[in-house]
């Protein structure tokens, strides 16, 4: 079975400030996928990022940065001089090689706010 | 628009009546999943159909709940006798079959309360 802990509930800055969302999983497999989706207000779950579980390289697109650590079964991600729009639900996913590929297990979910 | 729209967006409805939700994909995709989301949760499986026929459910899917994609295209979801239990988003989500693992592309979802 599959695992994805956001411990992070809610998280409040001030736009303008760095902030890193924070993903574990548990997989028993070797080859797997993860994954960041946003949630805005509208409710449409956006894909953001996939890694694969051989690809342990940072990535960074624009303001956005994540961090891979097999070693730690980490995949965070950092947002880089916040805006007001990043405001959402941010939801770290992972699906395991084997099951059907759009059998996502989430997390619970991080609530981001960014103040004017 | 030519994303995943979902029908109603929302439905309250009383204990024990039937609901049913369509979800219409984009148009080039075969591959349909219905997706559960409680409040302050992250989105749960429920279900997974390649063209028409329905390859997977989940154990949540209890048999109130049955889903049909019959000609490929649409889906409908339907919930019998519902419980407050039922409450919840439910998401709609498609992808083709040469889409990268797990980069599905989702609907506003229809929000149902039960009373």
């Known amino acids: 079975a599959q695992k994805v802990t956001q411990a992070q509930t809610e998280i409040s800055v001030v736009e303008k400030e760095d902030v890193t969302l924070d993903c574990v999983y548990e997989t028993r497999d070797t080859t797997y996928y993860l994954f960041w989706y946003k949630q805005p207000p509208s409710g449409e779950l956006v894909f953001l990022i996939r890694?694969?579980?051989?690809?342990?390289q940072n990535e960074i697109s624009g303001r956005y940065s994540w961090n891979f650590q097999k070693s730690t079964s980490s995949f965070n991600f950092t947002i880089t001089a916040s805006q007001v729009v990043d405001s959402a639900v941010y939801f770290c996913?992972?699906?395991?090689?084997?099951?059907?590929?759009?059998?996502?297990?989430f997390g619970q979910g991080t609530i981001l706010t960014v103040h004017p | 628009d030519t994303g995943v729209s979902q029908d109603p967006r929302h439905k309250i409805t009383k204990r024990g009546q039937n609901v049913t939700f369509r979800c219409d994909p984009i148009?080039?995709?075969?591959?349909l999943y219905w997706y559960r989301q409680t409040l302050g949760q992250g989105p749960e499986f429920l279900t997974y159909f390649q063209n028409e026929a329905q390859l997977e459910k989940s154990r949540l899917l209890s048999d109130r709940f049955s889903a049909e994609r019959p000609k490929g295209s649409f889906s409908t979801l339907e919930i019998q006798r519902t419980e407050q239990g039922d409450s919840a988003m439910y998401l709609c989500?498609?992808?083709?079959?040469?889409?990268?693992?797990?980069?599905?592309?989702f609907g506003e979802g229809s929000r149902l309360t039960v009373l």
């Open positions: 996913a992972l699906v395991a090689g084997g099951t059907s590929y759009g059998k996502l297990t």
């Open positions: 989500a498609s992808s083709s079959l040469g889409d990268p693992p797990g980069e599905l592309f």
């Open positions: 890694r694969n579980s051989f690809d342990e």
């Open positions: 148009s080039e995709h075969n591959r």
